[in-house]
C-alpha cells in the first residue's frame, strides 16, 4: 500500500530523500497521483503520475518546490489526472507542443538567438566575423523552416558560397552554421544539426608564406607616414604580436617600455609581457584628447586608445592594406601577396634562423606555450616571463631590421619618419 502524506506548505518544507536512497516518492493523501520527487543531491520535484489508456506508466514534473506554488503545482495536477480520466495524454500533448514549436522556428529565429548568446563569451572581433557568416552569407535560409532544412540545402548553400567568395570563406561559414545549430540542439529549440555531416568545401593548407628581408625593407619604407596603420605594421614587424593585439593597444597597458597585453585581450587568455625596444617605441603616437562635449560639460580628456578614431580602436584594417599593397607595386615591390599575419610568422620563423634566442624565449615573446620549457610539469612550476631574454631579443631584432633600412636603430626617431 503506497503511504500518502497531507501535503501542506508545512509538511512538504519537511519532505526529503531518506539517508541511504537515491530518490524518493511521497504521495499526496488528498489528490491520488499528485507528489513530491526528492533526489539524495537535494534536488525536490513536484509530479504527476498516471497510466494512459493502453497501460503505460508516465510521469510529469511540475516544477521545483521553491519556485512553484503548492496550491499551482495541485491545480496543475487535477487538470492533468483529469484529462487522463477523458482518454488523454498529458505528457505526450507536451511533447507535441514541444515538437511543434520546434517545428515552427525559421533559421533567422535561431540567428538572433545564437548570436544574442555569442555576445556573452566570443571576443568582439569573433562575433563580428560570426554575424556576417550568419547574417550575410547565411541569408538564404533565414525564412526556412529550420526544422526542414537539410543537409542537401546546406551543401548546396556552401557550394554558392565557395563560388562566389572563396573556399575558405565558405569553411568559415560552414563552422558557424554548424556552431549555431548545436547550440539549438543543446537549447532543446532543434532535433538535429543538417551541417554536421556536409564536406568542408575548400581544404585549406596551412600558411607558410614568410617575407624576404628585401620584402621587409621595402614594407618597412612603404609604411613611413604619420597614419595608424603605417605605425601598426611596423610594430607587427618589431614585435610578431597579432594585428587586433596592437590595433586596440591602450595607454593604460603600456609601463615605461613595457607593454603587458591583459588577458582579456590575449587570444589565449594569458597576460603578455613585451619590453619594447627604441625602435618600438618610436612607432607610437602622440597621445590625443578627446575633445570637449556640451553633454554635462564634459572636459576635454586624453584617449585611452592608442590608435583609431574611437575608443575602440583601430579599424579598417582591410582598406588600409590595399593601400599599402598598392604602395609595395608603385615602388617596383615583387613576391607573392602576404597578409598581416605573415609578419608574425616571419618574426618568429626569422629569429629563429638567426638564433636571436632560444626557441622558448621566441615561443615566450609571440605568447605561446606549447615548448618543453612550458609544457606539462614544466609548465607548472616554470613561472618566469624571460623579460631580460625578451628584451634583449627585440632589441636584436630591431637592430636587424634597422639595418635592413640602413639607418641606426639607436636613431629611432629619424627611422620612424622612413
Not at 108 to 126: E, F, H, I, N, T
Not at 142 to 148: G, S, V, Y
Request: proline share 4%; net charge positive; aromatic share 4%.
Amino acid at each position: 500500500m503506497i503511504e500518502t502524506t497531507k501535503f501542506t506548505r508545512t509538511t512538504v518544507a519537511r519532505l526529503g530523500c531518506p539517508p541511504g536512497r537515491g530518490e524518493a516518492f511521497h504521495w499526496d493523501a488528498d489528490l491520488p497521483g499528485f507528489g513530491l520527487r526528492c533526489l539524495a543531491s537535494g534536488v525536490r520535484r513536484y509530479v504527476v503520475q498516471y497510466r494512459t489508456k493502453l497501460g503505460g506508466q508516465r510521469r510529469v514534473s511540475l516544477g521545483d518546490p521553491g519556485t512553484v506554488k503548492l496550491d499551482e503545482a495541485r491545480d496543475k495536477a487535477r487538470d492533468m489526472l483529469a484529462q487522463v480520466r477523458l482518454g488523454g495524454d498529458p505528457h505526450a500533448a507536451q511533447q507535441d507542443a514541444r515538437r511543434q514549436a520546434r517545428e515552427a522556428v525559421r533559421v533567422s529565429a535561431l540567428v538572433d538567438g545564437y548570436l544574442a548568446a555569442a555576445a556573452k563569451r566570443m571576443r568582439p572581433r569573433s562575433l563580428i566575423e560570426t554575424k556576417r557568416h550568419l547574417s550575410e552569407h547565411g541569408k538564404p535560409l533565414h525564412e526556412r523552416i529550420a526544422a526542414e532544412v537539410d543537409r542537401r540545402e546546406v551543401a548546396t548553400l556552401l557550394a554558392s558560397i565557395a563560388e562566389r567568395s572563396g573556399g575558405v570563406t565558405a569553411n568559415r561559414v560552414r563552422s558557424s552554421l554548424s556552431a549555431m545549430w548545436t547550440w539549438a540542439v543543446m537549447a532543446g529549440l532543434q532535433d538535429a544539426n543538417p551541417v554536421a555531416l556536409t564536406a568542408k568545401p575548400a581544404i585549406e593548407a596551412s600558411r607558410e608564406r614568410v617575407l624576404s628581408d628585401a620584402e621587409l625593407a621595402a614594407t618597412w619604407h612603404a609604411t613611413g607616414g604619420d597614419a595608424d596603420h603605417d605605425r601598426i605594421v611596423r610594430l607587427l614587424m618589431l614585435t610578431g604580436c597579432r594585428r587586433d593585439e596592437v590595433g586596440r593597444m591602450r595607454w593604460s597597458e603600456l609601463d615605461g617600455d613595457v607593454w603587458t597585453l591583459p588577458a582579456l585581450r590575449a587570444k589565449n587568455g594569458l597576460a603578455h609581457e613585451l619590453p619594447l625596444p627604441a625602435l618600438a617605441i618610436a612607432q607610437l603616437p602622440p597621445r590625443r584628447t578627446l575633445p570637449a562635449t556640451a553633454v554635462n560639460d564634459a572636459p576635454a580628456r586624453q584617449r585611452g586608445a592608442v590608435f583609431g578614431e574611437t575608443e575602440a580602436g583601430f579599424s579598417g584594417w582591410s582598406r588600409c592594406k590595399a593601400r599599402l599593397d598598392a604602395r609595395l607595386a608603385a615602388g617596383g615591390a615583387e613576391g607573392a601577396p602576404w597578409t598581416l599575419h605573415d609578419l608574425r610568422r616571419t618574426f618568429v620563423t626569422r629569429m629563429n634562423d638567426m638564433g636571436v634566442a632560444e626557441p622558448h624565449v621566441i615561443e615566450a615573446l609571440v605568447n605561446h606555450h606549447s615548448g618543453t620549457a612550458k609544457r606539462g610539469v614544466a609548465g607548472v612550476y616554470n613561472r618566469s616571463a624571460y623579460r631580460e631574454q625578451k628584451r634583449t631579443a627585440l632589441t636584436t631584432w630591431a637592430d636587424h631590421l634597422a639595418a635592413l633600412v640602413g639607418q641606426s636603430a639607436a636613431n629611432a626617431a629619424t627611422i620612424r619618419r622612413g
